[in-house]
């Protein structure tokens, strides 16, 4: 019985570093390598900040596209084989971005790079999160997100340290490849095969739809309200007089701070709700948007970090769990509409937020608007059912 035991407790933890080390890959290090590396870019090849917005707006574009063909049903009966093609397309994606210098080569690396990284993300938490529930540890289905944080943190320390020791831009997408290539080892061995469930055990009001295009709508919003200082973090940190010195620890932090909360909110969501718990998470992060324009001090965007990383990795995770909650039909397809307004919302805002920056010659006006719409994605993330005397129930 203790072996048993110990085998089911070591199954969960197989699985959830298993799908952590494939969202550290393509999004953590894939995705999101980009920040810290992008100051150095910048400042080497004597980019803008438009054209630095240009080339992450692509790659959301491709994150898009991803999310959009994810639902043919070519895919249907290949999904492992899908999923690990993608982890092998954002492995090339990644080394192949210290190759070239050409913004259109960028552009076309850089959309690929945002198509494998949806793929992995839908067919990644397809295959894990069913695995995890099928275990009976519901709780734990979304611990695999903290990859995401895992990645941010690795890329993050390995970016800082090598650029203390002088190294070029290109050097740095060398670096985080080998990392993400280490990464990849237990992917290969350890991803389930998929689980099949029961689409029919949920009931749903006439309601529900409404609920769904909601959540929907909001994630689109949300995707614009984080982006810009996602994306923009460590190259303000690097421009705004004053904050030079935070440059090193600032996308440090967003991994960091993201790690446990992925614990936390899906915890909070239980007791809570899930979409009261999307509420606040995304007003959480819109305050903390808000702190660089509000605090005039390092301080400012210390908290930005931190807020950011505490619920921008935890909203992705809570969503997919309220979308499939509200969604009657497959994961891969809730998780795909929902990817896809995520990635219209996302795709947007660099490219705004690089010209807005431009413009201005300031990060103050971007993240306002980036705040504002996280305000409007806090309110339209509740479930209208919390207004209605009539509540959909889904059965063990």
């Given at each position: ?309 505490g619920t921008f990795i935890p909203i992705t995770a809570l969503a997919f769990l309220e979308g499939q909650s509200r ?58 059912n919390r207004f209605s005397s009539t509540k959909f129930i889904n059965t063990p």
């Amino acid at each position: 019985m203790i072996i048993l035991l110990e085998k089911y407790k070591s199954n969960i933890i197989v699985l959830i570093l298993t799908g952590a080390a494939a969202l550290a890959i393509a999004i953590g290090i894939g995705r999101f390598s980009y920040t810290p590396i992008l100051p150095y870019m910048l400042e080497e090849l004597s980019l803008s900040k438009t054209n630095g917005g240009l080339i992450a707006s692509w790659n959301f574009f491709g994150y898009l596209f991803g999310s959009l063909i994810s639902i043919l049903s070519i895919f249907k009966k290949k999904i492992k084989f899908v999923f690990f093609i993608s982890i092998i397309i954002s492995l090339l994606t990644t080394i192949f971005m210290a190759f070239c210098e050409d913004i259109f080569l960028f552009i076309i690396i850089r959309f690929f790079a945002g198509l494998s990284s949806a793929f992995v993300l839908i067919f990644g938490t397809s295959l894990i999160l069913p695995s995890i529930q099928a275990l009976g540890k519901s709780s734990l289905s979304t611990a695999h997100f903290m990859g995401v944080g895992f990645g941010i943190l690795l890329s993050s320390i390995l970016v800082s340290f090598l650029g203390s020791l002088g190294f070029v831009w290109s050097d740095l997408w060398l670096g985080v490849t080998i990392l993400a290539l280490l990464l990849a080892i237990p992917v290969f061995i350890f991803t389930p095969n998929p689980v099949v469930t029961n689409e029919t055990d949920k009931k749903f009001n006439t309601s529900t739809r409404l609920g769904f295009n909601l959540i929907t709508f909001s994630y689109g919003l949300y995707g614009f309200g984080y982006v810009v200082l996602g994306t923009f973090i460590s190259t303000m940190a690097r421009d705004t007089p004053g904050l030079e010195s935070t440059e090193t620890y600032v996308w440090l932090l967003v991994g960091l701070a993201g790690i446990p909360m992925v614990i936390f909110w899906p915890w909070l969501g239980k007791k809570i709700g899930n979409d009261l718990a999307l509420f606040l998470a995304c007003l959480i992060m819109g305050i903390g948007i808000l702190m660089p324009v509000i605090v005039d001090h390092q301080l400012g965007i210390i908290f930005a970090a931190i807020l950011l990383g505490g619920t921008f990795i935890p909203i992705t995770a809570l969503a997919f769990l309220e979308g499939q909650s509200r969604y009657k039909g497959s994961i891969i397809i809730s998780t795909a509409i929902l990817t896809s307004s995520f990635s219209i919302g996302q795709m947007v805002g660099p490219y705004f937020g690089g010209i807005i920056i431009d413009s201005f010659s300031s990060y103050d006006v971007a993240l306002t608007i980036s705040s504002i719409s996280l305000l409007f994605a806090a309110i339209l993330m509740i479930h209208p059912n919390r207004f209605s005397s009539t509540k959909f129930i889904n059965t063990p």
